[in-house]
C-alpha cells in the first residue's frame, strides 16, 4: 500500500503538525533523560557569572569598597547580602585588591583571606569554575570590580549551590512520560482543532491561492518609496526593489550577482557589504545622496534600506547659505549704519556737496559688484549665488574675485546643477581661505564656456591639497575637518579622515560631474594654494554661430558694462 499525501492544505497542516508534535515529544523526552550534567554545571556557572556581573556593575559597590572598611555591619556586606537573598545564590563575596574578604555568608570570614587564588580575577579575567571553597562545591563565578574610571579597586565571586542531578533526573522519569504523553494528546488535539478552523476559513484554499499572495507581497514590496536590498550569507544579492533599482542604478539582472559585480569601487559599495559600520550612513550614488542602514538577517544574509536624501542635502546647503548671507547682512547692518551717520553729520556741518558724493561713492561701489556678476554670469541663479557668496566671504575677511576670463551665457541646461558645484567649491575654499592666515586672502571665481561645455574653476590661498590627498578627498565620507570629538575625548583623538555625516560636499560635485560625462580635479595654485576644476560638457545648450552670439564668445560682454582685463574683487574683505 502507498500512502498519499492530502492534497488539501489542512490535511497537510494537520499531518505536519501531528508528525511534528510526535517527533518534537519524542526528542525533548530523549534529551531530558540523557544525561546533562555537564550541561547543567555550565548553566549554574553562567547563572552565577550573570549574578556577578550585575553585582559588579553597581557603581556604588565601588565606592564603598573604596571609602569604607570589612565589617560584617558595613554597606559592602548588606549590599551583597540583599542581592544574595534576590538571586539565590549560595554566596556572593566581595574582595579587595590584596584578597580580603568585604562580604560573606559567614560574617566570621569577613577580613580574612579568600580560600582560592584571586589572581587571574584582579588582573582583569572573567574566571568559570567548580570548586570548593570554606561552604563546600559550588558552581563559581568571579568577575573583576572596576571604580567609575575603569580601574580595578577588587573582585566580585558568586557561588551557586552544586549538587548532581542524575538521581533527581531518573527519579523523575515516571512523571516526565506521563507529562510527555499529556502533552502529545493536546498537542494532537490542538492540531485537530486548528486543522477545522483552518479549512473552515481558507474554504479548502489550494495553493495556487498561496502564491498569488506571494505576488501581492512582492508587489508591495516594489511599490513603496524606501530602496529595499537584501543579500544572501555569500553576499550575493537576492532582492532589490524598484526604488533601490532606481537609486543604485541596477537592472533585473543583477538579482544572483555578488554586490562587487555590479556596482563599482567605493564608500557605497563598502556601506552595502557592511565593511563600513554605523547606522543612518551617507553614500553617494549617480549624484544622489543616500541614508543606508544594514540590517543582518538570522540566515547570515543582510537587508540594506536606502532614502534618497538629496533634496534634503540640497535644502539644507542651502539654507546653510542662507544663514551665511544672513550674518553678512547683519554685519552689514552695522557698517551702513556708520555711513548714515556720517551723512548726517555732514548735513548737520552744511557740507552738502560733500554728503551727496559720499552717498554716491557708496551706491556705485555696491551697483558696481552686483552688475560686474551680471555681466560676466547671464544665468540669474549662478550671478545670485555669486553675489550672495560675495557677501559672506567679505563677513569672513576674504576676496571673492571673478576672473576676468570669465564669460557664461544664459544657456545653461539645468542650472540647479551648476549651482550645487560651484555652491560646494566657494564653501570649500572658504574654509580653507580662512584657516589660513595671509596678508590678502582671496578666493578667485572662473566660469567660461566652451562651445557646450562649461568650465568651473575656483582658486584659494588656504593651505591647499598635498598630492597625496588629492584623490581621497573626492571619496563619500572623508573630510578634510576634523570631526567633533565624543564628550570627555581630546580633539586629537578625530583627525582628519572619513567621518560619518561629513564629506559629502566634494563627493556629490564629482558624481555630477561624472554624469555629465566630465571630470573634478583639484591641483597646486602657484604662490600656495589649490585649484579646484570641474568640466561639465553639454551642460550648456548649443547655440547657433550669428554674429551677436561670435562677438559675445569672444568677449563681449552683454549690457552697458565692459568686461575689464584686470582682475578685481567684488567684495573686498573686512576684518572682523
Avoid at 559688484?369 to 566671504?393: F, M
Avoid at 560636499?505 to 554624469?515: M, S, T
Wanted: aromatic residues 2%.
Amino acid at each position: 500500500m502507498r500512502i498519499r499525501w492530502p492534497r488539501r492544505v489542512f490535511a497537510q497542516v494537520l499531518t505536519a503538525q501531528v508528525a511534528l508534535t510526535t517527533g518534537v515529544m519524542v526528542l525533548a523526552t530523549g534529551l531530558f533523560l540523557a544525561p546533562l550534567s555537564s550541561e547543567l554545571d555550565d548553566q549554574a556557572m553562567r547563572r552565577a557569572l550573570s549574578i556577578a556581573q550585575t553585582t559588579a556593575a553597581d557603581p556604588d559597590l565601588a565606592r564603598e569598597l573604596v571609602t569604607t572598611g570589612p565589617t560584617e555591619h558595613g554597606p559592602v556586606q548588606a549590599d551583597a547580602e540583599r542581592i544574595r537573598t534576590a538571586t539565590g545564590a549560595l554566596y556572593i563575596v566581595v574582595m579587595d585588591t590584596r584578597g580580603v574578604r568585604w562580604s560573606h555568608t559567614h560574617t566570621d570570614e569577613i577580613g580574612r583571606h579568600v580560600s582560592t587564588d584571586p589572581s587571574r580575577t584582579l588582573a582583569g579575567r572573567q574566571v568559570r569554575q567548580i570548586d570548593t571553597g570554606t561552604l563546600g562545591r559550588s558552581a563559581r563565578a568571579k568577575v573583576p570590580l572596576r571604580d567609575g574610571h575603569g580601574r580595578i579597586v577588587g573582585a566580585v565571586s558568586v557561588g551557586i549551590a552544586y549538587e548532581s542531578v542524575r538521581g533527581r533526573l531518573f527519579g523523575t522519569i515516571p512523571g516526565l512520560l506521563r507529562y510527555a504523553g499529556a502533552a502529545l494528546a493536546v498537542g494532537v488535539l490542538a492540531a485537530v482543532a486548528l486543522s477545522r478552523g483552518l479549512r473552515r476559513r481558507t474554504h479548502g484554499v489550494a495553493f495556487a491561492d498561496i502564491s498569488a499572495l506571494l505576488d501581492e507581497r512582492e508587489a508591495m514590496l516594489h511599490g513603496i518609496r524606501e530602496g529595499v536590498v537584501a543579500f544572501d550569507r555569500r553576499g550575493r544579492i537576492r532582492l532589490v526593489n524598484d526604488e533601490a533599482a532606481r537609486l543604485l542604478g541596477l537592472d533585473a539582472r543583477a538579482a544572483g550577482r555578488a554586490l562587487d559585480e555590479v556596482l563599482p569601487p567605493g564608500r557605497t559599495t563598502d556601506v552595502l557589504a557592511g565593511r563600513v559600520d554605523g547606522a543612518d550612513l551617507l553614500a553617494v550614488s549617480g549624484g544622489r545622496v543616500l541614508v543606508a542602514n544594514r540590517m543582518p538577517t538570522q540566515d547570515g544574509g543582510a537587508v540594506v534600506t536606502l532614502r534618497d536624501r538629496t533634496e534634503l542635502e540640497l535644502l539644507g546647503r542651502e539654507l546653510d547659505s542662507t544663514q551665511g548671507l544672513l550674518d553678512a547682512l547683519r554685519a552689514q547692518d552695522h557698517e551702513h549704519a556708520n555711513q548714515l551717520h556720517t551723512v548726517r553729520g555732514l548735513l548737520e556741518l552744511g557740507r552738502h556737496e560733500k554728503a551727496v558724493e559720499f552717498v554716491s561713492e557708496v551706491a556705485s561701489a555696491q551697483r558696481a559688484s552686483a552688475e560686474q556678476i551680471a555681466e560676466r554670469v547671464h544665468d540669474p541663479l549662478l550671478s545670485a549665488l555669486l553675489v550672495g557668496k560675495a557677501a559672506v566671504a567679505a563677513e569672513r575677511g576674504v576676496s571673492l574675485r571673478v576672473s576676468s576670463a570669465t564669460l557664461l551665457p544664459d544657456a545653461v541646461v539645468d542650472p540647479r546643477d551648476l549651482v550645487t558645484v560651484l555652491g560646494n567649491l566657494i564653501d570649500n575654499a572658504l574654509d580653507a581661505t580662512a584657516e589660513r592666515r595671509c596678508d590678502e586672502p582671496f578666493v578667485e571665481v572662473e566660469l567660461r564656456a566652451e562651445r557646450s561645455t562649461a568650465v568651473l574653476r575656483v582658486s584659494d590661498t588656504g593651505p591647499g591639497v598635498p598630492p597625496r590627498l588629492r584623490e581621497r578627498i573626492f571619496a563619500e565620507g572623508w573630510s578634510s575637518k576634523a570631526a567633533p570629538p565624543a564628550p570627555g575625548a581630546p580633539s586629537s583623538a578625530h583627525p582628519a579622515g572619513f567621518h560619518r555625516g561629513r564629506g559629502i560636499g566634494l563627493a556629490l560635485v564629482r558624481r555630477l560631474a561624472e554624469r555629465y560625462g566630465g571630470m573634478a580635479r583639484v591641483t597646486a595654485r602657484a604662490g600656495g594654494g589649490a585649484v579646484f576644476t570641474v568640466v561639465l560638457p553639454e551642460a550648456l545648450a548649443r547655440q547657433d554661430d550669428s554674429p551677436e552670439r561670435r562677438l559675445t564668445a569672444a568677449g563681449e560682454p552683454r549690457g552697458n558694462g565692459r568686461a575689464t582685463a584686470k582682475e578685481e574683487p567684488l567684495v573686498k574683505g573686512r576684518p572682523r
